[in-house]
């Protein structure tokens, strides 16, 4: 699975451009602020509709202009689908065979796309609410049941903290609280489940990609904390709703559940978020980066696009040698750099060098 | 170009109806002005006669030309079943599936915290009033499968349960969309066959 064609308009600094890549390696070479990071950022906007480096969309229409315009050509064995979105009057338009489509899953159904950049080591930050947004983007790519329960958990939540805030004590408050008490725990406990699921296959896949890429005998973990946690997830979940009321009543707003979920990332059992070493932290991010692939391709029998933003130069000689290895022909990888001698000496046989300026984008080599 | 004051003042109230965007207010108001004046009056009475005529039913708040509607008039339907639902428009899709053959009780809405749309905004006591009388057996809760239509749900059985009544609760399958308009016909038969109690 591969995107051959990509035409962008008006996206960020990039010139009106029609791309065609290759199958396996494409590598963006360029100064600073050329336009690099925007071509991997169209694909994964093209892949998921949302910025990856959490810009508002509004964000991503060129200056002085008031849309922005992206289609790719996706090859699927000998099936070819046609994906293009539309951003105006701050509405997108996301249409397949030029049919509109309301489910971003149809898109999922085509491709995936996994990301690796200097900005996930803010996975190991200190605020859980980015490791809460890794798993359920994961998720909800893959398993739309997932994304139901979590919406309507999250509307629940919502509506309950409305309730809880509002100071007046009116008509059948304590009645509705426990209606959506009952909704809280029925999806929650579903979205708790789900997560548990994932997040230990999740762990295999990782654990084994950190003994390849940084030879170790150590055991490298990455570990569930959910909120919730016993046998009886539902009893549990009552019995804290139950103890925490009066003081949720007191603050406003909910204060037990999974929307208080972490995950845990280890080394030799040590918290690396909140003891690892700087290389450490850089080798976690990059592990668990794998495990979404991975876990991909487990899911899908297909291997995500790869899109490496400035990953070669976080990395030492033996290191970028034991990551290109784990890479194969298979996926397609969308590498940016500012340095291609390293790449030129890998060794790939199917490639296409792109140069990025102020903007534009020529195609420099190819080997096919 | 600047539109006749007459013109944009149209469009506007276009604009105000549920899924009219400004284009669309605008086609129909340039549609309008294309239309002869027969037709435009025609239009125009029929908004006026429906605000006139319809109401609600006195018992089920159903729509209804009459105090009491056909559907609560009817002594061949179980008056022992009630099912409740939150707008006049769901008493329509279940009506056409025919499968159907107790009374109804229309909420005209649902418990909305967001929305600040609380019980005493909805028909609740009236339905409560309803199943003190002697008849009420049963109640079917057919409000929708989102969450504003579950909290509604759950909070109904929790204020019906005392009063000995079964309460069940239509069965949603497969979570997509979840509103009743876009249940298939098919799918909403088997929904009401597989209520199960609350
Ligand atoms: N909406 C936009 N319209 C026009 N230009 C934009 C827009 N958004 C970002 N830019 C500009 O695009 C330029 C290129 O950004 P990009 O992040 O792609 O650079 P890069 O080539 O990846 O650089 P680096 O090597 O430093 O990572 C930046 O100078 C930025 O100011
Ligand atoms: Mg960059
Ligand atoms: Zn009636």
């Known amino acids: ?368 | 170009m600047q539109l006749a004051p007459s013109m944009l003042r149209l469009i506007n109230e276009f604009s105000k109806l549920p899924t009219i965007g400004p284009k669309t207010a605008q086609r129909l108001a340039f549609y309008i002005l294309k239309t002869s004046k027969n037709e435009v009056s025609r239009l125009s009475d029929s908004l006026l006669e429906v605000k006139e005529k319809v109401k609600y039913c006195q018992i089920c708040f159903n729509i209804s030309e009459e105090d009491v509607c056909p559907i609560c008039k009817d002594t061949r339907r179980d008056s022992s079943l009630i099912c409740v639902v939150e707008q006049p428009f769901d008493v329509i899709v279940i009506e056409k599936l025919a499968t159907y053959k107790g009374l109804y009780h229309v909420l005209l809405g649902n418990i909305s915290p967001l929305e600040g749309v609380g019980p005493e905004e909805l028909k609740i006591k009236e339905l409560l009033e309803r199943l003190k009388g002697k008849e009420a057996k049963e109640v079917i809760i057919a409000t929708n499968s989102d969450v504003q239509g579950e909290t509604t749900a759950i909070y109904l059985h929790k204020l019906i349960q005392p009063l000995r009544i079964y309460v069940s609760r239509i069965a949603y399958g497969i979570p997509v969309g979840g509103n009743l308009e876009y249940t298939d016909e098919v799918t909403l038969t088997k929904a009401i066959e597989g209520r199960r109690a609350m």
């Not at chain 1, 190991?124 to 049941?145: A, C, G, H, V, W």
């Not at chain 1, 949720?248 to 929307?259: A, I």
């Not at chain 1, 208080?260 to 080798?283: C, E, H, P, T, W």
Request: aromatic share 14%; with cysteine.
């Open chain 1, 1 to 368: 699975m591969f995107i051959e064609n990509l035409k962008i308009r008006s996206f960020c600094n990039l010139k009106d451009l029609n791309l065609k890549f290759n199958p396996n390696l494409n590598v963006f070479s360029g100064n600073n602020a050329q336009g690099k990071t925007n071509i991997i950022e169209a694909i994964y906007y093209l892949n998921k509709s949302k910025s990856f480096r959490k810009k508002k969309d509004q964000d991503l229409i060129q200056w002085n202009k008031n849309i922005f315009f992206l289609k790719g050509d996706i090859v699927n064995n000998n099936d070819i689908h046609q994906i293009s979105i539309l951003f105006q009057d701050f509405k997108k338009e996301i249409k397949i065979n030029n049919k509109k489509i309301t489910k971003q899953n149809q898109v999922f159904n085509l491709f995936h796309c996994v990301i690796f950049s200097p900005k996930d080591l803010h996975i190991l930050d200190k605020d859980p609410t980015i490791r809460r947004y890794f798993i359920n983007l994961l998720i909800s790519q893959i398993n739309e049941k997932y994304l139901y329960h979590l919406k309507k958990y999250h509307k629940t939540l919502l509506s309950r903290n409305k309730i809880l805030i509002d100071k007046r004590s009116f008509f059948k408050k304590d009645k509705i609280l426990e209606s959506l008490d009952n909704i809280l725990v029925k999806e929650g406990v579903e979205v708790i489940k789900i997560r548990n699921e994932v997040i230990n296959e999740l762990n295999k896949i990782v654990s084994g990609f950190y003994k390849e890429i940084l030879p170790t005998k150590d055991l490298f973990e990455v570990k569930y904390k959910p909120f919730i946690f016993s046998d009886n997830l539902e009893k549990e979940f009552y019995d804290k709703l139950y103890k925490y009321k009066e003081y949720e009543l007191r603050r406003g707003f909910t204060l037990v559940g999974p929307h208080k979920d972490d995950l845990i990332f280890s080394f030799k059992g040590v918290n690396i978020g909140n003891f690892g070493s700087r290389g450490q932290k850089k080798m976690a991010a990059i592990a668990i980066r794998f495990g979404e692939l991975y876990y991909i391709y487990k899911k899908t029998e297909k291997f995500p696009i790869l899109l490496l933003d400035d990953m070669f130069s976080e990395l030492d000689q033996e290191k970028k040698r034991n990551f290109t290895r784990l890479l194969n022909n298979q996926i397609q990888m969308f590498i940016t750099t500012t340095n291609l001698e390293f790449l030129r000496n890998m060794g790939f046989a199917n490639y296409s060098f792109f140069s990025v300026k102020d903007g534009d984008v020529l195609k420099n080599e190819e080997k096919r």
